[in-house]
Nanobody, 117 residues
């Protein structure tokens, strides 16, 4: 069993910042990548950012230069620093852990981020 617990969501004004954290626990035998996805009301879940075990990162175009993903391998934790937040960033943010390159991996329950205008 794998558990992913997200924290750090909340309400923030436009232009503000939040830092999301996700701790992975349980049967963590290998980490290919960890990442953050988000789902806004009425929209599909989309990739926000991901980071591989080797440190390679990938960002959605909409968050480049505003969000930064990082990880602490020793703590099985991934972070998402979100700056210059916009109302369109409002969504439930989900942590994702993939032990191998194929498959969708495991998901957390999500944390709500609300950006007020």
């Amino acid at each position: 069993q794998v558990q992913l617990v997200e924290s750090g969501g909340g309400l923030v004004q436009t232009g503000g910042s939040l830092r999301l954290s996700c701790v992975a626990s349980g049967s963590i035998f290998n980490i290919y990548a960890m990442g953050w996805y988000r789902q806004a009301p009425g929209k599909q879940r989309e990739l926000v950012a991901s980071i591989t075990s080797g440190g390679n990162t990938n960002y959605a175009d909409s968050v480049k230069d505003r969000f930064t993903i990082s990880r602490d391998n020793a703590k099985n934790t991934v972070y998402l620093q979100m700056n210059s937040l916009k109302p369109e960033d409002t969504a439930v943010y989900y942590c994702n852990y993939r032990p191998v390159a194929i498959g969708t991996g495991y998901w957390g329950k999500g944390t709500l981020v609300t950006v007020s205008s």
